[in-house]
């Protein structure tokens, strides 16, 4: 459907109560982009302005990260930054596959403060300070198995994911590669100078931004919360405690050593991690699901682990908690509104969803 | 300064009428993100969920094109496609470098739906169906001198641009590479396909989607007219009524042949295209200055063969109306509202500026 018609749909709408899904106005306060951290290469030599074709003397900026922000009327005090996983950029968080409103817009009617990002060497924020050889891997249905949409080619029955095709093609179309290798210290620094800019904040963070966001929560005490979605890797222990690795048909997860100080500062702001359906309790040979078996398994000792240091981490595993059929992309999924409710609640409940001053 | 510092500036100075700029409140009443077009790789083979890092089978789709959209209160019928350049992404037209806002809210201001795009094998769109080796190379003097901000390390005594060095370093990281290689062709469909879902809008181009642009135009009767800033290539021209290639020190520009059939659907819709200052009137071997002097020059010949068959192309030289010290990057220059202004005032006297019906 053409937005054109969506829009003219939209509009009728609010006059004939008709079925068409119709966009609440927003106000925005504010919004805009910009960039912050990265590093300079500068080559050797002269540069010369007749022959400027040739790099010698000129510089390169690269590894920074970007972040398209936009603040609605009487915001919380506290934004949120959104952080993608692999194969992901900040289009994760915005309009839904089957078109429904995004999580950036959720938060944004919540009174939150958003701030959409894209790590360095991904999306917009493309310039690497390393070269790399970036070619068309056909992952499409390892993304389908991985993040439980189902077990390709059947979706999972009670799947919290619209089943048309169009809706998976426009899914698949939001994967977008790394411009240079993924280094955990790299984007971590870049989303650290990004939250140097923003000041105090609530990091949310999907799937392989995990492990980062607390190597960011740790190099920065702007970070006054996390709430992380499905952490992929890079669960972070005591050096000297660190638990067994947890293997199975998808390979073996290895808990991450830091510092004493390090884990230290992860139990001085609160933390939630979230985690969907479909993941099974005992190691299966599907690999796309025994992947969050290990992966769940280690929240749980790591939440053990920060609140036996005096930390407040909680695990919510939604299932548990009755709501049934999300997949890896929780604040996507068909009930991302109540995903959106629950985030809320929690950051309300930490006490850190107060008003900014006016 | 940090955001929240600047918000809360911003907020003090509707009451105390202080020099910080304020951001007046937007009503957008839709937003959100989607892509375009693009195809599909299969890999031959079977695809086996227990071993999914194996590609066999499995599908891949790339060179598709992004849009992220909003919708203003009381917005006009068509809405603006605003398409980067080289070495550029949608940022191009976000936030200026030094702060203020972009070309995108300027135009939602002027009740502009607006698409901010990242074209096929670039930023969000970043799948590429064909392998690229993506290196570092340090061009940024490249870019100072030919987007004309100056002579590297001088800026123009009348630039539109701040010279603040953290205003440089911002523009420095919108650089942004491709993640395979540059095909009009691919470019150009992806943006067509977008446009299939936009229905009738006005293309805004920059840069290097000059020519891109008039390809997309000619294959989708939705472009109802082109504003096209500093078009840096691919002018197409009758095949049989080419103009001669223009030489100089930044090399021989050429012009782009197409049937005559097709150069006649550029003479059905409006045209304005827009260069800026500092433009040499005769050769230089200053390649940046250079560079302009044969863009200018193709697109003067171009803008008198559109309209010798009967179309409708206006060149506007803006040193010639008065308006002096505008980069190749006019639409964040200091006088973007200006920039802003023209580009409203034009698509107004074409008859494309009415409001969408309620």
Same mark, same amino acid.
């Given at each position: ?56 003397? /000129? ?19 506290l934004p949120l930054v ?21 999580? /950036? ?21 493309g310039n690497s300070t ?229």
């Open positions: 459907m053409r937005l054109e018609t969506l829009f003219l749909a939209a509009t009728v709408s609010l006059s004939l109560a008709s079925s068409v899904w119709a966009f609440e106005p927003l106000t925005i306060i504010d919004q805009g982009s910009f960039s912050a951290g990265g590093t300079v290469i500068t080559e050797a030599g002269t540069f010369d302005n007749k022959a400027p074709l040739n790099s010698a003397g /000129q510089t390169f900026h690269g590894d920074h990260a970007y972040s398209f922000y936009q603040v609605p009327e009487a915001p919380r005090e959104l952080w993608h996983g692999a194969f992901q950029s900040g289009k994760s968080w915005e309009t839904t596959a089957d078109g429904r409103e995004g999580f /950036q817009t959720l938060m944004l009617r919540r009174h939150f403060a958003v701030h959409t990002i894209d790590q360095p060497r991904r999306g917009k924020a390393v070269a790399a050889e970036v070619k068309p891997t056909a992952y499409d249905q390892l993304f389908f198995d991985m993040f439980r949409i189902g077990q390709w080619p059947n979706y999972f029955d009670n799947v919290q994911f619209d089943t048309s095709e169009d809706t998976l093609i426009e899914f698949l179309r939001s994967v977008t590669p790394n411009t240079g290798a993924f280094d955990p210290e790299v984007v971590s620094d870049g989303v650290s100078a990004l939250i140097d800019k923003i000041g105090p904040s609530i990091l949310v963070t999907h799937s392989q931004a995990g492990g980062p966001g607390w190597l960011t929560a740790i190099k920065n005490a702007n970070v006054k919360a996390v709430i992380s979605y499905e952490p992929g890797s890079g669960y972070v222990f005591p050096e000297n405690e660190m638990p067994e690795p947890i293997s199975g048909s998808a390979g073996t997860l290895k808990p991450e050593p830091v510092s004493a100080e390090d884990f230290a500062k992860l139990t001085e702001i609160p933390i939630v991690v979230y985690y969907g359906d479909n993941i099974p309790e005992d190691p299966t040979d599907d690999f796309g699901l025994d992947n969050w078996r290990t992966r769940l398994a280690m929240a749980r000792l790591w939440v053990a682990a920060i609140n036996r240091h005096g930390g407040d981490a909680t695990l919510v595993h939604l299932p548990e908690q009755g709501i049934h059929g999300n997949t890896h992309f929780l604040f996507s999924d068909l009930n991302n509104q109540q995903i959106a409710d629950l985030a809320t609640a929690w950051i309300e409940e930490k006490g850190l969803g107060g008003m900014a001053a006016k």
